[in-house]
């Protein structure tokens, strides 16, 4: 069972940033592709953005210039950077190792004014 653990989640204004993380305990992360997803209540879960062990990165076009995602493999976490933030940014976070199949618990953002 993999185990990750996202954190960062919280109340931000419309404009405002967020840092996501995932944290991953007892396999090492970086040599997976990890990916961000979110889920809004009502709606399909959607991709937010991947990267792979090489550092390949792709981006939804909803979130393509004001989010950044990244690696500290001295940690074993990937991070979602969240700027300009807008409500349709609400939603539940989540991080996913495909190869391993496996979630983590997803974190709360909330973006109102």
């Known amino acids: 069972q993999v185990q990750l653990v996202e954190s960062g989640g919280g109340l931000a204004q419309p404009g405002g940033s967020l840092r996501l993380s995932c944290a991953a305990s007892?396999?090492?992360?970086?040599?997976?592709?990890v990916r961000w997803y979110r889920q809004a209540p009502g709606k399909e879960r959607d991709l937010v953005a991947s990267?792979?062990?090489?550092?390949?990165?792709n981006y939804a076009d909803s979130v393509k210039g004001r989010f950044t995602i990244s690696r500290d493999n001295g940690k074993n976490t990937v991070y979602l950077q969240m700027n300009s933030l807008k409500p349709e940014d609400t939603a539940k976070y989540y991080c996913n190792v495909p190869l391993r199949g496996d979630w983590g618990q997803g974190t709360q953002v909330t973006v109102s004014s």
């Open positions: 990267i792979s062990s090489g550092n390949m990165i």
């Open positions: 007892g396999f090492t992360l970086r040599v997976y592709l």
